[in-house]
């Protein structure tokens, strides 16, 4: 997660740009969809307006955060101290924040890392990620402010693979089953969760029926068509992995 | 009583002049070119001032009311030349402190220990504490009402000027000035180069400092000796250049830092835990500083307490002066030659303490003969530095989960011969290394661009973060023609943007070496195409469509955006809906900043926003 904060050297009175077609699509392929102005809005921190109280911090000589972030200097083991960072500069952020937005979740899933050395979000193993219950309940908040911002699928597809990892079944079938009937979202990696949360239950019924619809959108997406030759067979997914993924490379 | 009074007053000032210069500095851009021509303003005028046996014409009272105005020298960034205008104000009280300190001295000449151990005092006190404006201020109180207690000094005639004794000790400090900068890319070789490591770096080198200025340096200065100790010192320094960085090359090697980091000797004295010295362990670095910098640092300390007059008769009246002067002569030839003389300063530093040797020796009571001699036997030892030609291949020998090795420069034929992957400059030392990788990945880029021992470039798994937030950037500012890239430019993103749009590309990166070096392909040698890269953004052309910074490496003060002069330079420089972005992880801040941050946005811009770009890294 980045924050970028942009400065503009006139008076703003239109929206913010959205990127051009060519751009928008390499975008989204980095995980950034930038379709229309509320993929936009959701990413957007609305700040109250007088946010500090030291400004010697940045100026002058001697300047004091020349010190203050000689603690954010590379460690060897950095254990979880990277994460227990992150969360403590969201949660002195979030107060200042006026509106519900995609902080309060990071804030909270930041603070959710309770562990080892690879316990942090920068791990890119979703094993090593934790979850709470609270980082997903503010992200559902924005989710109904939002619904049909493309930059929440895209956090909730990531979210997926980790509850879907952790084997987190009950929060699968709180959140998910809510986005897909109550929002109507029928992106593919919704339904996958679904599909891994049912074969979990042993419903092999209700999982070939989640991934019949993913396949009828996108009939070579691969994960779902191991799931459906595990589900056929009326087999569970191997405990150390899930379809699409294969953690032995 | 007085005695500590005046290590106060000493102590105090040199913080005070330390301020000056940072505040200067920033005023003209805030770059280490432009830190050295400040150091070398204050150097100058002090020196000048030192030359007179009291107050140099100009009252020491209103001069230091004025001093404490140069604290404003920030608010002029982005307009250089009137910072540099309104600095030159500050020349006659800074002229009137030096020839304070020099009245001080003439009267207690033993007070020189003091004078030089409260200089390391106030620098160890404003780096370990970093007070910022306030602090500037108190020191600039602090040091006034100490002054007022202090006797002034009684004004006497000025003696007629003797040019000749003047030139070893000139030539002395304006050699180690030299060498420190040419020994400045390895300091932080082996470590973050955050402000606690330099502080521990500083110290350890100051206790070698004073142990040597004590003990050698203090028993040679009050013997006839004393001009021959400093020549063997100066020559000492100036022959021994390469070894001092070959030194430095060797202790980079993955046996040799572990031979002196392993050894179980400090096992047993500090009862750590890895296999060597940790990197955050509070004797690490002062023990690499010591293997690397304690001879040059004795040296030194042996040369400048001898450059100094036992009486007044013996140098003149001119004891300090020369060393402040040939000090600040030094910092501004290489504030105005700046970064494309440093390949070359090894051997001008060399040649300067070879010639400050050779005029210590000429200024020696021997027999004519003896004299013409040994000057010209030092004349051809000038041949050793200019003919000096150290290893500079430098390796890793940290390692973390990989092991790291420089890269090979390919042996294609397109690669521009003139193009390394290694270039030191100024406390910099920007290069390729190479990670290793399994099988599976040894097809893939795995080239990182460091700089001293902090990694720059974005991982395989984090370059598609790097490369989104660019193009974010750039789609907010809707399709910038002209764009400003502050800090280490990251070639990827650039060239996934140039793909899908035309634009002209500036650099402001210090040094400009290593924003060459990011931009350059590793693999293939190509580089991309950018108008101007030039060390801070005062010296952009603009106006700029965007102007976009990347938080890296932040810890290290070099590396750090985080300065409200930059802002206010990115907004002189922007067109009239253009803008600026900075963009940052929230690991790489600590709680009580951020906020601060966005509050200096909102000073500066008239509009401002804060977006959260949800990115993950690559799975």
Sequence with gaps: MRFAIVGQRGVRNDVWALPWSDLASRLEELGLPLWNQEDLSALQLPTKDDLGNNPWLFRGPFRPVNLALADTAFRLVAENSLSQRAAAVCDELLPLVLQPSLLSFYAAEFSAQEYSVHDTYLQSNPLAIEVSEDALEKLMELTLLHPQAKTLHRTWAEVGVVLVELREIGWIQQYFQRLWQELGWQDAEIRLALAHAAMEMLDFDLALDHIHAILAQYPDFGPALELQHLAEKQEQVPRDAHAGHNHGD | ?619
């Design chain 2, 1 to 619: 009583m007085r005695t500590l009074r005046l290590f106060l007053y000493f102590t105090a000032l040199v913080g005070l002049l330390l301020g000056i210069s940072d505040s200067l500095s920033l005023a003209l851009g805030g770059s280490t070119a432009d830190s050295f021509l400040a150091n070398g303003f204050v150097l100058l005028a002090l020196g000048l001032g030192a030359r007179f046996r009291c107050v140099g014409f100009v009252p020491l009272r209103a001069s230091f009311l004025l001093l404490g105005f140069a604290g404003i020298l920030p608010l002029l960034a982005g307009f250089a030349p009137l910072g540099a205008a309104f600095a030159a104000f500050f020349f006659l009280p800074l002229r009137a402190v030096g020839a304070c300190i020099s009245g001080i001295l003439r009267q207690q000449p033993h007070h020189l220990s003091l004078l030089a151990l409260a200089s390391w005092c106030g620098w160890l006190l404003t780096t370990a504490w970093a007070p910022g404006l306030p602090g500037f201020l108190l020191l600039w109180l602090v040091a006034a009402i100490l002054q007022r207690t202090l006797p002034t000094p009684e004004p006497e005639p000025s003696p007629p000027l003797a040019f000749l004794p003047l030139l070893p000790p000139a030539f002395s400090a304006a050699g180690i000035v030299l060498l420190f900068l040419a020994l400045s890319p390895y300091l932080s070789l082996f470590d973050s180069g955050a402000l606690p490591q330099d502080l521990r770096r500083g110290a350890s080198l100051g206790m070698v400092f004073f142990l040597c200025w004590f003990t050698f340096g203090s028993g040679f200065a009050n013997t006839p000796a004393r001009k021959g100790i400093a020549a063997l010192g100066s020559l000492a320094l100036g022959l021994g250049w390469p070894y001092f960085v070959s030194n430095i090359a060797q202790l980079s090697s993955t046996e040799n830092y572990f031979r002196w980091l392993g050894d179980p000797r400090l096992h047993n004295l500090f009862s750590f835990a890895t296999r060597s010295v940790p990197e955050e362990h509070p004797v690490y670095v002062p023990i690499l500083t010591c293997i690397g910098f304690a001879l040059p640092s004795a040296l030194t300390a042996l040369v400048l307490r001898n450059a100094f007059a036992r009486n007044h008769q013996d140098w003149g009246p001119y004891s300090l002066a020369p060393l402040l002067l040939g000090s600040g002569v030094a910092f501004l030839f290489c504030g105005f030659f700046a970064y494309p003389l440093f390949p070359y300063l090894g051997w001008i530093a060399g040649t300067t303490l070879v010639s400050a040797a050779m005029f210590f020796w000429w200024n020696l009571s021997l027999p004519k003969p003896l004299r013409w001699l040994g000057t010209a036997s030092l004349l051809c030892c000038l041949y050793f530095p200019l003919h000096a030609a150290p290893a500079l291949t430098f390796q890793h020998p940290l390692m973390d989960a990989y092991v790291w090795t420089p890269a090979p420069k390919p042996s294609n034929a397109s690669w521009p011969q003139h193009d390394s992957l290694q270039t030191a400059n100024y406390f910099s030392l920007p290069r390729y290394l190479l990670r290793n990788a399994t099988p599976s990945q040894l097809a893939l880029d795995r080239t990182f661009l460091f700089d001293d021992r902090n990694s720059l470039a974005a991982g395989l798994e984090k370059q598609g973060i790097r490369e989104a937030e660019f193009l974010f950037a750039a789609a907010l500012a809707r399709n910038p023609q002209k764009i400003c890239w502050v800090g280490p430019p990251n070639r990827q993103a650039l060239q996934a943007l140039k793909q899908r749009a035309p634009m002209e590309l500036s650099v402001a990166c210090d040094p400009p070496n290593l924003g060459r070096l990011a931009l350059l392909n590793p693999i293939s040698g190509e580089s991309f195409p950018s108008l101007s890269i030039q060390p801070s953004l005062t010296r952009c052309e603009g106006p700029f469509d965007l102007v976009f910074m990347q938080g890296q490496a932040m810890w290290e003060q070099r590396h750090s955006l985080l300065r409200a002069e930059i802002l206010r330079q990115a907004f002189l420089r922007l067109k009239e809906q253009g803008l600026c972005v900075f963009v940052a992880s929230p690991e790489d801040f600590v709680p009580g900043i951020l906020p601060q941050w966005i509050q200096e946005f909102k000073n500066i811009f008239p509009t401002t926003q804060v977006f959260l770009l949800p990115l993950a890294p690559t799975k």
